[in-house]
């Protein structure tokens, strides 16, 4: 079994920055794509931005320019710099990955548990 924490939420004013990190644990075989989506009350849960296991990044067109998505593979973890925060930012954020785990010939989905991030003054 494979689990994500995350860790980095919380308020911020406009105009401020965060920092997100998700560590994954577990059976790990091999990490491939991990992301950042998110989610505002009443909308539906969007991608926010990706990174390849090679660190090859995308960004939602909303984010580009003012957030930044990296991870350390040696520690299973993935980041996203958030700066030059907007109110529309405010959402839970959930961290997912593509992991393939022991004995397993494919990789499979999971999501961590969502961190809250509010901009507001």
């Known amino acids: 079994q494979v689990q994500l924490v995350e860790s980095g939420g919380g308020l911020v004013q406009p105009g401020g920055s965060l920092r997100l990190s998700c560590a994954a644990s577990?059976?790990?075989?091999?990490?491939?794509?991990m992301g950042w989506y998110r989610q505002a009350p009443g909308k539906q849960r969007d991608l926010v931005a990706v990174?390849?296991?090679?660190?090859?990044?995308t960004y939602a067109d909303s984010v580009k320019g003012r957030f930044t998505i990296s991870r350390d593979n040696a520690q299973n973890t993935v980041y996203l710099q958030m700066n030059s925060l907007k109110p529309e930012d405010t959402a839970v954020y959930y961290c997912?990955?593509?992991?393939?785990?022991?004995?397993?010939?494919?990789?499979?989905?999971?999501w961590g548990q969502g961190t809250q991030v509010t901009v507001s003054s």
């Open positions: 997912n990955a593509d992991v393939q785990t022991f004995g397993m010939s494919w990789g499979y989905e999971y």
């Open positions: 577990g059976s790990i075989f091999r990490i491939n794509a």
């Open positions: 990174i390849s296991s090679g660190g090859s990044p």
